[in-house]
């Protein structure tokens, strides 16, 4: 068994460079992509996590890449492959898991505080986080119910920031992104409905490198995943697979 552990990254975004740059950069691991925006999948289960992008699309719109990549899902759940959701990858993971994923009516825009509950303090995603963390946020939906079974990691103001079930986590917001990410995907919201000029203007006078740098301490939250998966890996019934 190789020392490096051999991730999927299902990318979901339509902007796939950006999230293919920023995913391999905070990922230590062997990284199979799979573009499901073109229907691109994962053949079989021969990895030892897998991992979830954001995406511009919601999971409760008739996008023809979501039925197999549903079914995907399952299984590897089924098969207790570790996974971590981000943002939309993170509402998937919830709706696949039987929770509720619906539209919030604005947009949560930008730089943020997330509160870790009780019970993030013994995830190991959210562990090593600070009681209230600094995050970059872009999302107009929202898990209102969490999946059965399900903690609560994280909240705020706006709802659901995390869960965990079994070896399932989600964040809500973007650990990954960089400080061109956070303007490039500020500045998209442009016209959007829920995002106000001045919304806009207040987020994007926000992106600057002191709260960059203050945000990307959440960036720890994927060698913490990738520490859970060596520990799953590591289990004796995996160890025999």
């Known amino acids: 068994m190789s020392d490096r552990p051999r991730l999927a990254l299902l990318n979901a975004s339509h902007s796939i460079h950006h999230t293919r740059r920023n995913f391999r950069r905070e ?6 992509e799979f573009t499901l925006t073109e229907e691109n999948y994962p053949v079989g289960f021969d990895y030892d996590g897998f991992v979830v992008s954001g995406s511009a699309s919601s999971v409760y719109w008739d996008e023809p890449w979501l039925p197999e990549t549903r079914e995907w899902l399952t299984e590897a759940i089924d098969r207790g492959i570790p996974a971590l959701g981000i943002c939309f990858g993170h ?33 190991p995603v959210h562990a090593n986080l600070d009681d209230s963390f600094y995050v970059f946020t872009s999302h107009s939906d929202a898990v209102t119910e969490l999946p059965p079974g399900a903690t609560l990691t994280a909240e ?26 956070a303007r490039s995907v500020a500045e998209g919201k442009e ?27 959440t960036k720890r939250v994927f060698d913490d995943f990738l520490g859970y998966v060596g520990e799953v890996r590591a289990e004796p019934s995996a160890a025999g697979d």
């Open 191 to 217: 016209d959007t409905d829920y995002v106000s000029d001045d919304q806009l203007s207040a987020v994007l006078a926000d992106v600057t490198e002191p709260n960059f740098t203050r945000a990307a301490e």
């Open 156 to 181: 705020n103001e706006y709802g659901v920031h995390g869960f965990r079930k079994g070896r399932v986590f989600g964040m809500q917001s973007h650990p990954e992104y960089d400080l061109d990410t």
């Open 91 to 123: 509402q998937l993971l919830a709706d696949v898991l039987g929770g509720t994923v619906e539209d919030m009516g604005e947009y949560e825009l930008g730089y943020r505080t997330v509160e870790r509950t009780d019970a993030g303090r013994e995830d």
């Open 27 to 32: 990922l230590d691991a062997d990284v199979a």
